[in-house]
Structure formats: C-alpha cells, structure tokens
C-alpha cells in the first residue's frame, strides 16, 4: 500500500497512465518476441542479472501455507546464461520434438504499476495466460501471476526480476515447453 | 475367457516381440490394477517427507488414492482416502499436518492410522454402527533404507524379498552415508496423455534414446563445443534385472558427474571425496565405477530413478492412455547447502517439466500410445528383440540377470515377463518368488 501511495504523492495521474503505457507497449513486445520464438529480442530484454523464477505448486490446507521458495521444486529458476541454454536446445537442430513448431499466443493482461525499491526500477504485477497448440489437435492453457521489478533502461525497460506464480498445481501438460 | 488367453502371447520373450495391445486395452489396463497395483509393492513416499507424528501426504496405489500418514506412535500408515461412510475422499490436500481426517460430507473423523474415531451427531449411532469394523483399509507398510512402500496384498513376500538382489543396486543411492537420504523442495506433478509403462521401460533399459531422443538437450549442455561422450558404449556397460526391477548404465563412474557438474568444479571435487567415503561402505566397484556413471533404474511397477541425477519418480496410471508423474530431489542429509542447492538446479535443469532432457520423453511416449488407436496399426507387434537371450546370471561382479553392453532390451522384457507373471496369476502363490 505505501507503494501506492507514493505512486500517486510523487507522479500526476498523466505520468501514471504514461507509464502504465510504456509498460503495457513492453509487455505486448515481449510477448510477441515468444509467440514468434524471437529469442534475440527477448533477452534483449532481459537484464543481464535476472532472476526468473516459476515455483511449482501443491495443494495445502491453509493452515500449511507456506511462502514459495527457491529451495523448493522449481519449474523456472534461472539466471540469463540458464535461459540461453535452455534456448540453445531449440537451435541445436536436434529438437525432434519442436519440428513441427509449437504454435504459442502469449496474452498479458490486468497490469498494475508500483514504484519499485530502488531508483530507477518499478514493481508492477501482472496476469499471463499463455495457449499452446501442437500437431493435430494437442492444446494446453497456462495462467499465471506475474511479479516483474522493471529496471528503466533509456525510454524502455529490462526484466530485472520475475516470478511466475502459475494457478496449476499438477502442469497438465507434458511438458513445459515455454516461457511466460 | 477369450481374452485372456490371448494375453499370454503378449510378450514373447524368446523372440523379443510386444503386443501393442498392452498399451492400449482398456481390459488389460483393468487386470494391471486388480493383479499388479493391488498385489505388488508399491513405492508410496520417503521417510524424510513425514518426519513427525500427524505428518501426512497422499498419492495412488493404482488408481487407489491413498494416505500415508505418520501416526502419534511413529508408525506409517497407509489407508485408502475414502470414507467408509458415503465413500467421499476424506483428505483433499496433498501433504500436511493433521490430528485427525474429517469428511466434508458428515464428519465422519478418523485416526492418522485409519480408525474410525467418531462423527458428527454421534448419538444417533448408539446400537447401529461398531466403529472398529469401519475404519478405513490399511495396507501393509515396511521402509527399504527411507524409502516406504506399501502393499494391499496379506499374501505377498516381505518388502526385502520383493526387492530380492536389486538391494544391491538400490543401496548405491541408499546408503551411501552413514545419515542416508532425504527428498527435497516437494513434489512436481504433470500428466502425460501415454501408457504408464512406457515411463517404467524407458527407465528400466532405454539407454539407446539417450543419444537420439535427447541429442538436443546434450548439445545445449556443450553450448556449442564439442558434445562431450556422456554416455560411451562401453563394452563394460550392462543390463541387470532381478525379480522385474532393473539397473542399466554405465561403469565409467564419470557420465552423470560430468552432466550435472557442468560449470561447477566444486560439485566435481565434493562427489570425488563423498567417491571415497563411499567406497568404505560400498566397495570400489559400486563406489568408482556405478556411481557417478549415467544411469537410469526401475523398481516393478512403476517407481524409477537416476543415481546422480537424483531424480526419483513415480509413474501413476490413470487409465490405459494417461499416467501422472510425480518426482522428487533426494540428496544425502549430510549434503552441505551449496552442494543440494547446485543438486537440486541441475535436477530440474535437466528432469522436470521444463527440463533440457525430460521435454522430448514425453512427446514419444504419447505418440507411442495414441498411433494405437488405429486398429491395423495396433496389429503389428513391436520390436524388443535387442540381444533377447544374452542374459547370464553368473556375473563375476554383478547380481541377479546381468547382460553386457547396455544397448539393449533385456531389461525391458524382463519387466514385461514380471507383468506378465502378475497379470496371468490367480495369487502370489502362483508368482515366481525370484526372476
């Protein structure tokens, strides 16, 4: 709340929506690089320091909830170099199971901007619901949060940090074959 | 009945053939429920996931969900998740803590052993129910080194017999310390559209997908150099199987260390003097040569592993065209922070969902179930015929059914011979106590 706040004590509502804005045309590009698996422009941007993160998930009682953490079971837990890999896999020529292309449509919505901890970055939270189709007939949903820190890198953006939180517990999928 | 009699041509073991009806019939996919999942030993969790009393996790004997619950006794206990009321599942979390199970439904409550200890407007029950005949059913429970198994079958060998010579095997992850094992960061789940024995054979035997099926991820690892030789057909490397559960890999002590440590020298360094310690409790040839070398493994039915990878998993069926995965990290307690952190990263780098090697499994495991729907294709037999009949049983250095190099079927058509001693039998007399 106190982010909120200074959000509104320290920007007018015109430079609020300005970057909500900014935010929004960053997304859509990013989601576009995934859809079209432009990979270049995705780690464009990204920050060379990223932390990006998709804990899995189980069903609890609430009394044993407990906070996600990287020590658990992670479906992400990756740093730029650890992205790049997994993205090598894919040119090696040798990914069977990628020829034919998975067809992926990225949709990020509902994105709310706060200030960040630090000078020059931003929090901002967002839902994802990615769609993959493959072959004749295999389809899959994903949707999940998304809690990115945006560091401002000269009129657009790099992904400092992001945490995937998805709403499956069991992946009903066979893979996980995508980025959000 | 027509049917079944049919069923014992399946699998030919002489000349290494399959019926692809296996994977595909709804009947047969009934019988491994009735005769394998309720008769068999059945992994069901590590020790280390219920540590305490009122500890508890669910998962699935067959299709049978189940509690497995630590009891104020210290007892694990393993009894069906369904009321004995109206029959609604009683537990809908997959793990916690709990002094007792309530059903949603009427409050019937029970024990963290399965008894039934009351229920909601109780009074009325006066003279119509004796609550000790309706508690719920437990199977037998017993441990092999941290790992429980349970089973629903009074008549079945105890668990150290089932596992018969692959104890042998097992204790090269087992027992490596003196403080044994433990999992890890929880449990990963994803569902597969296949037959669950596809996930059970290629870990049993499939070493030959390796450099195929997974030439991707093994070139990513190299990140453009030279694709190291994990995997060498060493003329060493071999199949062993005893009782239907199977070992296969290698015995240059070097593939699996060289994989996961890729970037990290520490982790090559800490396994070198963990190789040593090992070796007091193991002897040379399991502490040098089997561990540390690729390798993959499967207990019968349906639960599998990767020494060194550390990937421990089981395959639930969930009809003939559909199982669940659920996998875990196990590490040895002793293990410093960094080392399980670097662990448990390369684990899921490697074997999750998302991972290098695991994507491409399950792509061929679907598409090996789903072409079965044609019924032309479905009559042709597969293929299992890979050096069927090099088995030797005298090993100079390896228990039970040993088969050298490891590209080979032997493996998987003894675990096919252990279904097939399941399916066909009436009760566990007529199962061979050792194969």
Partial sequence: ?180 | MHAFDELKNMVDLKNGRIDRRIFWEDWIYQLELEKIFAKSWIFVAHESQIPKPGDFLTTYMGQDNVIVSRHKDHEIHVFTNSCTHRGNRICFADKGQARQFTCNYHGWAFGTDGALMGMHEETHYEGHINKPDWGLQNARVETYKGLVFACFDDEAPRLEDFLGDFRWYLDVILDQTEEGTEFIGGTMKNMFNANWKFGAENFIGDSLHVGWTHASGAKAVSMGGEVPEYMPVDPESFHANANGHGWEGGTDGLGTLELISSGNPALVDYFEKERAKMAKRLGDLRARKLYGSVISATVFPNFSFLPGINTMRTWLPKGPRQFELRSWTMVNKDMPDHIRDIVQNACMTTFSPSGIFEMDDGENWENATLSNEGVVTRKQSLHYGLRVGTIRRDDPEFPGNVSKPMYSDVNQLAFYQRWMDFLTADSWADIPKIR
């Fill in chain 1, 1 to 180: 709340m106190d982010n909120e706040n200074n959000t509104k004590e320290t920007m007018t509502e015109v430079d609020s929506m300005l970057l909500w804005y900014r935010v929004n045309q960053f997304y859509n590009q990013e989601a576009r690089a995934l859809d079209e698996e432009d990979y270049a422009t995705w780690f464009s941007m990204l920050a060379e320091d990223i932390h990006y993160w998709m804990p899995s998930r189980e069903s609890l009682f609430r009394k044993d909830e407990t906070a996600d953490s990287v020590k658990n079971m992670n479906h992400y837990n990756e740093s730029l170099p650890s992205l790049q890999l997994r993205v090598a896999r894919l040119h090696t020529g040798a990914a069977w199971s990628e020829d034919p292309r998975t067809r992926y449509r990225h949709i990020v919505s509902n994105v709310e901007v706060n200030t960040g901890d630090k000078a020059g970055e931003i929090k901002v939270r967002s839902n994802t619901l990615v769609y993959r189709n493959r072959l004749e007939r295999e389809e899959y949903w994903l949707l999940a949060k998304r809690e990115d820190v945006l560091r401002d890198d000269g009129g657009t953006f790099k992904v400092a940090t992001r945490k995937i939180t998805p709403d499956f517990s069991t992946l009903l999928s066979k893979n996980l074959n995508v980025f959000l």
